[in-house]
T-cell receptor
């Protein structure tokens, strides 16, 4: 079946450090890939997405590239801020109304 | 900005009791989802509605869980009887365009004692 594997957290970084959160997936065909973010006390929000191989999703300084050859969708940011502290979830789905499948989440803490 | 509303925010109950959660999706969103998130895990879909119809409830434990969306707007998720293993965050989400972008509520944190 479809599944998503994320690097385990927590990840603690200093402000302005480079961030990478690894995500790999197992799925048939060509799923769409997503990163959702959950800030403390809030619901999950879509951060970015990519719907086909080699697509790059980007938002708020975050980027992730859909790599079909390595079945990966790693999240990156060049310079993190304290306000980026949150839990990040990688997810996938196939087209139409197939359910989103989430990874376990990676908690990021950024310290000043 | 419109939000998905959920209540209550927290619920503590004893095992074997009945509990109910309510969700009001963003106006105009035809698709509504209930997810369960166990601590340290990602959300897992319990049930998906398209308007008032159930699209997917394959992961819903139907012996104790039920969900309804009678008028195709707000929705209620019920557990009867609650068990210790039901302790989790219950998340409601809605979407306008299927699974391409979901909007989540803040969730109901359930503790079963």
């Amino acid at each position: 079946g479809n599944s998503v594997t994320q690097m385990e957290g927590p990840v603690t970084l200093s402000e302005e450090a480079f961030l990478t959160i690894n995500c790999t997936y197992t799925a048939t065909g060509y799923p769409s890939l997503f990163w959702y973010v959950q800030y403390p006390g809030e619901g999950l929000q879509l951060l970015l997405k990519a719907t086909k191989a080699d697509d790059k999703g980007s938002n708020k300084g975050f980027e992730a590239t859909y790599r079909k050859e390595t079945t990966s969708f790693h999240l990156e940011k060049g310079s993190v801020q304290v306000s980026d502290s949150a839990v990040y979830f990688c997810a996938l789905c196939h087209s139409g109304n197939t359910p989103l499948v989430f990874g376990k989440g990676t908690r990021l803490s950024v310290i000043a | 900005e419109a939000e998905v509303a959920q209540s209550p925010r927290y619920k503590i109950t004893e095992k074997s009791q009945a509990v109910a959660f309510w969700c009001d999706p963003i106006s105009g969103h035809a698709t509504l989802y209930w997810y369960r998130q166990i601590l340290g895990q990602g959300p897992e879909l319990l049930v998906q509605f398209q308007d008032e119809s159930v699209v997917d409830d394959s992961q819903l434990p139907k012996d104790r869980f039920s969900a309804e969306r009678l008028k195709g707007v707000d929705s209620t998720l019920k557990i009867q009887p609650a068990e210790l293993g039901d302790s989790a965050m219950y998340l409601c989400a809605s979407s306008l365009t299927g699974n391409e972008k979901l909007f989540f509520g803040s969730g109901t944190q359930l503790s079963v004692l």
